[in-house]
């Protein structure tokens, strides 16, 4: 069998520069080999099970057609239906696509859902397109992938550039091209729709609130308060926001945000709702914040903090940053935002790192109480939907902090022994078919 070593360096012959699959393997790796994991089913998870890309032509407003390329990655289903978002970015390829749903079969698991995990998005940059374009752009790309997801076996959410709108959209497009009789019962195809529209009151804010949970329970294992605690976050979307606005309401203070306009600072606190009102109505961009200055895009990292939270793209955090950061918490709201050489970097300082996996795992809960609320005709209410969070949220990060405790090990290696032992056994007791 080739080892995965050997599969990761044939494909760095072909891409010298370090992508996020190199991550999400080298941190597989390291847990495979910490539980022993059974060497078939080492094969098995090493490997994609399905790799679906689409190139779709779409209608210009000034009547010109242009080709768009599109991906979804299916990583493995031993658990139930894929699961995971789909991203309209530049950046969106078969790699990062293959890592992010490999990082979703991981979460899935950990959290406990019936789940998979897959990935998907299409490559280009949505603020070149009007509202018209890009809602051409998702339905056609729905239609394209139109066999390949269902809502018993993949199931798309929102990620980076893309949110209920687009959900909204696709689910109609995916209802509208179903005989009659299945249309109406096929809504949960995606999560994180509209509240009006077969979503989930609180999806909006599932990821952001488990990012605050997933702090706020780090700082009770440690007997610690949030109130004045000072924290960075990059990105200010729907992750970075929701966090910051938690931990403000429970008194910890925000002073750096970098978004892809550029980078602000106040050490005397930053105000989370103004900053939200005030991007809301500047393209989405924090720069020119008049309540903070400006700041270079290099010292964001360098700002003086108790807490970082990376919470835009991945790759963020390497061994070129890794020995500035100030913090002494990673909470990582993003995928994959701290890579092997910048991890092991932060870990000799002797900074806690709280992994994607978990941090970010609200939005997969959140969806699939969205998806479970669709199945049964139920509508849930905002406070219900938050307890059952919390209570799914406080769960997995017990279960990752006591492994990580017994064990003297990291908590991303915890909980990757978590996820991967629960695949490993439901794989060992249904056998392989034929
Ligand atoms: P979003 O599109 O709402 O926000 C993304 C933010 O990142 C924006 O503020 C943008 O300006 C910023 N950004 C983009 N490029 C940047 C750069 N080069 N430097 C600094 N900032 C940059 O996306 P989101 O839904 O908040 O997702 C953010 C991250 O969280 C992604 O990694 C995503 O995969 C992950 N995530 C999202 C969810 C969810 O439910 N939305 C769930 C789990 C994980």
Redo the contacts with the bound molecule.
Sequence with gaps: MATLTAEIKKRSKKAPVRGMMDNVMEQFETAANKINLHPNIKKILSITNNEIIVNFPVKMDNGDVEIFTGYRVQHNNALGPYKG?L?YHPTVDIDAARA?AMWMTWKTSLAGLPYGGGKGGIKLDPSKYSQGELERITRRFTFALADNIGPEHDIP???????SQTMAWMADTYMSTRPPAERTANQHVVT?KPAGSGGLEGRDR??GYGVYLSIKFWAEKNNESLKDKRFIV????????WAAHFLEQDGAKLVAV????GSIRNSSGIHVEDLFNYSKANN???SGFPEAFDLDNEKFFRTECDICIP????N?ITKDNAKIIQARLIAE?????TNVEGEKILLERGITIIP?ILC??G??V?SYFEWLQNRSGELWQLDEVMAKLHKKLKESFDKVYDYATVEGIDMRTAAYCIAIQRIEKAYIQRGIFP
């Design positions: 978002g991203r992010l959410a929102p990620d980076v550039n893309t949110n994180g599932a990821t990059q990105g200010f979307g729907n992750v970075g926001y970098q978004d892809a306009s989405g961009h924090v919470a835009a793209l991945g963020q709201g993003a995928n994959g935002p994607d970010n795992s939005g997969v959140g």
